[in-house]
C-alpha cells in the first residue's frame, strides 16, 4: 500500500514514498488520523543531504517487518527540515531537552495532539553499541501508550510544560525589560571573548569538529584592527586550504570532522555556499593588496565556488537546488561518504600523467597513505602557488573527475538560501569586477521572484515549479537583503519595491513584542514553538531581518524600518554579551553601532556612471566602503531610491557622493580619492 507522500514537493520525502511505512506528511491530515484512530505520532526529522538519515531509512523505514510494527502502534510523519524549520526546531528542542543531545535523523515521538514524550536520533536495526533496536523502541512505546497512557500522556504534559517555559523565558515583556538587566561589554571585550576560543594554529573556533562559521568571520571583519582581522583572515585562508573546501570542483563542505579543515563531512549546502561566498569576498576586500598570497586564496574560493554553483546546482527553472548528498558509489556500485571528492596519487596520474601529477602532488599534500580511505585522500593547498598553472591542472581534473558516480541533489528551491547567494554573488561581482555574476544574480532574483513570490505571500519552497511551504522570517529577510543589494549594484529601482514589499509582509506577520521576530508564523500543530537568537548554520531569524531593515531603509528613505532594526537589535544585546561567537551578525551589527558612536555612520554612497559594467570609481566604492553602508549605483537621472539620484550628475566622467548621516562630503571623481570621505568620521 502506497503512503501519503507521493506528492510531496520534497525530494526527501519522495524518497521515503515507497516505504512500507505508511508515512503522512506534516500538517492536519495525519493529525486527525492519530486523534481518530487514538494513536500516537512517530515524527522523523531528517533531510536530503543526511547521511545517517539515509542510512536509517535504508536499514529500518524499508524493512516490512519494521514497517508493520510502526504501522500497528503509531501514525507515522516524515518531516523535511529544511522545508519546515519551525518543526524541526521545535521538536529538535525536545529532543534535547530529552537526551541532552540532538542531530538527524530527529526521532520523536508524541500524543496524538503532538506533545513529545520520548525522542532519539539514530537508532539502529539491532542493539549496537547501548543504543536498543529501532523496531524495540517502537514496540515498547507503542505498548506503553495502550498498557500505562496516563503516565505517557503525564510526561508529555511535563515535558511541554518545561519547553514552553523554556521559551516564554526568553521572550521580554512588551517594554522589553529583559534588555535593562543585561551589561553590554564594550566592543574589545566582545573581541577578547571571541578569541578566546580561536585556534591560532589551524584557524577557526573551537573543535575538533568544526564549522566554517562565515557570520563570526563578518563580524571579524567590521572593525579592520589587526587581531580580530588576522582571525578573520587566517581562518580564511585555512578553510580555502583545506580539505573541507573541494579544490577541484569549487564549494564548502558542511564542516570538518578535525581540527585541521582536513577531511570534511562531505555534503554541500547551498546556505552555507552563499554565505560563505559572500564573507570570502569581503575578506578578500579587507586584505591588503601587498598580501596578493591571501587575496589569491579568496579569489580561488570565489571562483571556483560560483563554477560550481552554476556547473552543478542549477536547476531547469534557472534557480539553485538546496544541497548535494555525502555519498555515492565507487565504481563497484557501493555506497561511500565522500568518495566523488577523494583522490590518491595514482588517479592523480590518470588524470594529469606522470610529470604533470609529480610536480602538483606535494602542493595538493597527497600522500601514499590516505586520510579518509584506504589510500584515498582529500586535497588541500600547500606552500606558494602557481595559480595559473595550478587552475588548469583542476580544470584537467575537474572532466576526470565528472566521470564518477554523482552524489545525489537534493532539487528543492529555498528562497533564503537562494536570496543568499543572490546577496554575495552581487557583493563578489562588484568588489572583483565580474559584472556576469551580477547579471546572473539578476537572472536568479527574477526567476525566484516569479515562481515564489504569490499575491503578496512569499513561498520559502518549490520543487520544478510546483509550490511547496510557506515561508518563514529568514526568508523574507535574506531575499529583502538580497533585492536592496541588486537595486545598489544596477539602480533598478524595482528590486528596490519589491524589497520593501517583502520586508513590510515580514515586519506585520513576524514581529514580536520585545522587538525580536518569530522564527516563523504561529501554527497550532506546533505545541511548543521555539525561537532561536544566535547564529546556527545561518544567521537567526532576527539578526538577518536588522540587516535587512537597515539596508532598505537607509536606501528607501524609510525610517521606520530603521527604527525597527533598532528595536530588534537591542533585543538581541543580551545573546551578543553572553555569547557573541554564536551571534556572529548581531555582534557585526553591535560594532557598526560602536563605530557610529565614534563619528563613523554607516555611509550612503551613490555613484553615477554609465549603465553597464562598473568602473574603477564604484569597485572601489565596495571594496572600500563601512560595514553597513548602502551603496547604491545608477546613471545620472536614476529615478526612486528616496531621491538619491537626484541632482546629482555625472558632467565629468564617474562621480561618488558620500553622506553620513545629515552630512554629504564632496563630489569624488577620482577613485583614489574615495577612501577619505568613506572614512572619514562626523
Given amino acids: 500500500m502506497p503512503n501519503h507522500l507521493a506528492d510531496a514537493t520534497s525530494p526527501y520525502l519522495l524518497s521515503h514514498a515507497a516505504n512500507p511505512v505508511d508515512w503522512f506528511g506534516w500538517g492536519p491530515e495525519a493529525f486527525d488520523e492519530a486523534r481518530v484512530r487514538n494513536l500516537p505520532l512517530l515524527v522523523s526529522v531528517g533531510y536530503s543531504s543526511c547521511h545517517w538519515c539515509h542510512v536509517m531509512a535504508l536499514e529500518s523505514f524499508s524493512d516490512p517487518a519494521v514497517a508493520e510494527v510502526v504501522n500497528q502502534y ?3 510523519i516524515k518531516v523535511d527540515r529544511e522545508e519546515n524549520p519551525d518543526v524541526d526546531a521545535s521538536l529538535m528542542q525536545a529532543t534535547l531537552a530529552l537526551t541532552g543531545s540532538g542531530g538527524w535523523p530527529n526521532t520523536v515521538f508524541c500524543t496524538p495532539d503532538g506533545r513529545p514524550f520520548f525522542a532519539g536520533t539514530y537508532f539502529p536495526p539491532e542493539p549496537r553499541g547501548g543504543q536498543p533496536a529501532f523496531v524495540d523502541v517502537v514496540r515498547a512505546l507503542g505498548q506503553a501508550w495502550q498498557e500505562r497512557r496516563d503516565e505517557v500522556v503525564q510526561q508529555a504534559g511535563e515535558i511541554t510544560g518545561q519547553l514552553r517555559a523554556m521559551a516564554s523565558a526568553q521572550q ?23 578569541g578566546s576560543d580561536y585556534d591560532i594554529v589551524n584557524g577557526g573556533f573551537g573543535g575538533p569538529t568544526k564549522f566554517p562559521t562565515p557570520t563570526l568571520i563578518d563580524a571579524l571583519l567590521v572593525k579592520g584592527d589587526p587581531t580580530s582581522l588576522d582571525m578573520a583572515q587566517n581562518t580564511c585562508e585555512h578553510l580555502v586550504r583545506g580539505g573541507v573546501f573541494d ?71 534557472g534557480l539553485l537546488a538546496a544541497s548535494l548528498d555525502a555519498d555515492s558509489d565507487d565504481l563497484a556500485g557501493h555506497t561511500h561518504e565522500g568518495i566523488f571528492y577523494l583522490w590518491n596519487p595514482q588517479l592523480l596520474v590518470d588524470a594529469l600523467g606522470a610529470d604533470e601529477a609529480e610536480w602538483l602532488r606535494p602542493l595538493l599534500h597527497l600522500g601514499d597513505e590516505g586520510n579518509v580511505e584506504g589510500d584515498l585522500s582529500t586535497l588541500q593547498m600547500r606552500g ?52 556576469s555574476w551580477v547579471e546572473w544574480a539578476c537572472e536568479l532574483a527574477e526567476n525566484l521572484w516569479n515562481a515564489h513570490w504569490r499575491d503578496g505571500r512569499l513561498l520559502r519552497t518549490s520543487l520544478h515549479g510546483r509550490p511547496g511551504t510557506s515561508a518563514v522570517t529568514e526568508d523574507h529577510a535574506h531575499l529583502g537583503l538580497a533585492l536592496a543589494g541588486l537595486a545598489g549594484a544596477t539602480g533598478r529601482q524595482v528590486w528596490l519595491e519589491r524589497a520593501v514589499q517583502v520586508l513590510d509582509v515580514a515586519v506585520d506577520r513576524f514581529s514580536e513584542a520585545g522587538g525580536a521576530f518569530a522564527d516563523a508564523s504561529g501554527s497550532d500543530l506546533v505545541v511548543a514553538p521555539a525561537r532561536a537568537l544566535t547564529d546556527d548554520a545561518n544567521p537567526s531569524a532576527t539578526s538577518a531581518m536588522v540587516k535587512a531593515l537597515r539596508r532598505v531603509g537607509l536606501m528607501a528613505g524609510r525610517d521606520d524600518l530603521v527604527e525597527r532594526a533598532e528595536q530588534a537589535s537591542r533585543r538581541l544585546a543580551p545573546v551578543v554579551a553572553e555569547a557573541p561567537r554564536y551571534a556572529g551578525w548581531a555582534l557585526a551589527d553591535h560594532l557598526i553601532a560602536d563605530d557610529a558612536r565614534r563619528g563613523l555612520r554607516p555611509a550612503a554612497v551613490v555613484v553615477v556612471e554609465e549603465d553597464g559594467a562598473p568602473g574603477e570609481l564604484a569597485a572601489a566604492a565596495w571594496r572600500m566602503a563601512p560595514s553597513g553602508s548602502a551603496l547604491m549605483r545608477g546613471a545620472a537621472g536614476t529615478e526612486g531610491f528616496d531621491g538619491w539620484f537626484d541632482e546629482r550628475g555625472d558632467e565629468q566622467g564617474p562621480t561618488a557622493y558620500v553622506c553620513r548621516g545629515t552630512v554629504c562630503f564632496e563630489p569624488v571623481t ?13
Fill in 384 to 435: 606558494r602557488l602557481d595559480w595559473e598553472r595550478i587552475n588548469a591542472d583542476l580544470d584537467r581534473m575537474l572532466e576526470y573527475r565528472a566521470l564518477r558516480s554523482r552524489p545525489a541533489r537534493d532539487e528543492k528551491v529555498i528562497t533564503a538560501w537562494n536570496a543568499m547567494v543572490i546577496d554575495s554573488l552581487v557583493e563578489a561581482g562588484m568588489i572583483l569586477r565580474e559584472w
Fill in 670 to 682: 577620482d577613485y583614489l580619492e574615495l577612501k577619505d570621505p568613506l572614512w572619514r568620521r562626523v
Fill in 172 to 194: 521580554p515583556d512588551e517594554a522589553g525589560h529583559e534588555d535593562a538587566a543585561v551589561r553590554m561589554p564594550t566592543a574589545q571585550e566582545l573581541l577578547d571573548a571571541v
Fill in 74 to 76: 503509531f501514525v507515522a
Fill in 247 to 317: 579544490q577541484v570542483g569549487g564549494g564548502f563542505h558542511r564542516y570538518s570532522t578535525d581540527s585541521q579543515w582536513t577531511v570534511p563531512h562531505f555534503e554541500k549546502m547551498l546556505n552555507d555556499n552563499g554565505l560563505l561566498l559572500g564573507t570570502m569576498a569581503r575578506c578578500w576586500r579587507r586584505t591588503a593588496d601587498h598580501d596578493p598570497d591571501r587575496r589569491a586564496l579568496y579569489d580561488h574560493a570565489v571562483r571556483r565556488t560560483v563554477g560550481w554553483l552554476r556547473r552543478e546546482m542549477t536547476t531547469e527553472e
